[in-house]
């Protein structure tokens, strides 16, 4: 319900704001879409700054009292990895197509997060998408939480192991360059793998890790899991 | 670098929008401050759209080859609340004051991470904040994944196990209601006190759970954390 006017923005924002100060707000958040973007310019000389975009609009915000709190926008992404282990005491292992080094350098499979997605589903969605492997998720491992990633925010890395339900290598060439299974002693001996990696695998060969558990009183799975020592 | 003046930047954005697509490249991000929010309508009709902001900037994204990539902004908050048992098997509980029922609801000290801060630092930080009361980090005990959390983003909600390196309270009163030693018997019988929490506590007495540990390789302690089985 914004005036398409840049005029009328003006004066009824100017009005708004004596309104909403006199009634004792301390804050007015201004959603503003892409489509009324001249209002922006508007609104900031009015004293309001950005908090936070979608693709078809930006929050800004203003504060009616000095040192009125604002909450901060979302701090990090999410991003899941899988060991996933078969009888023969092999692994799943990927080498990027993308990477830094000429050497090849095999990680776990994995990928981040779409939003509103849980950690189990998404681990298995990843290793499906980069290996073709349909796998069963069995625990959590152990994370990696990592701060000054992708645009100043931070990143956790979460680490699950995985059985497979299907042996066949289907890879995604697009992303990934080899993908096979490995033998895991022939993994912890590689130079072609980093410490953490080793360390990683070696802690779900050796620890039962923490599982997916359903907690009495909350009403949606699809918005909440939980993660439980064994 | 951006001019000032929007008929110069129009007409500068169609010239390089041009060059840069027969160059052969995907995307293009716009960085546009504050100050410079004349400039926004100019590049939302030019095809620029949102892809996230600061306070003082908001970055803009526009495809010159039609479905290529754009990675998506953070998608979730960190936060962390803490299980501090005493010596005489009491646990530190707090009541919030701005909370929806008029029944006292006691759950555990805690609040959200902070940009860039490390997990132990922000339980021990927020502890010490909301009860003032000094505690030593001992273990990580499990988590809860939540979907639908503000702005329509996600949050991680971390327990730790901590034990506490004093015992006088001091609340701080703008936020919490009361703040006491409860004997955990008590905790596990009330009816004040949710079945999530309760759960929490149980683990937190039961189990080792995930310790921090540094992984060899990982250069700067101020940017990583890593979390393994014990």
Redo the contacts between chains.
Sequence with gaps: QLPADVAEFEAALAHSLQTWTSAGHRLVWLDVP??R??L??V???AGF???????????MVRRLVDGAFI????????GVGGVVLNERQELLVVCERHRRTSRPYYKLPGG?????E??IDAVLREVLEETGVHVKFEAL????????Y??G??D?YFVCRLSPLSYDVTMQAEEIEECFWMPVAEYFESDLV???NK?IVR?AL?????IP?W????ADP?????????
């Design positions: 892409l489509a973007a001249a922006i310019p609104a900031a000389a700054f950005f908090h936070h975009s979608n693709e078809s609009d930006v929050m909450p901060t926008h979302a701090t990090h992404f999410i981040a997060l779409q939003p509103g849980h950690l491992v152990c994370f990696r939480h990592w701060h000054g992708r645009y925010k931070s956790i980093s410490a953490f360390r802690a050796d620890s039962p890790g923490v558990e907690i009495d009183g909350y699809a918005r909440y899991e939980f993660f439980m020592p064994p």
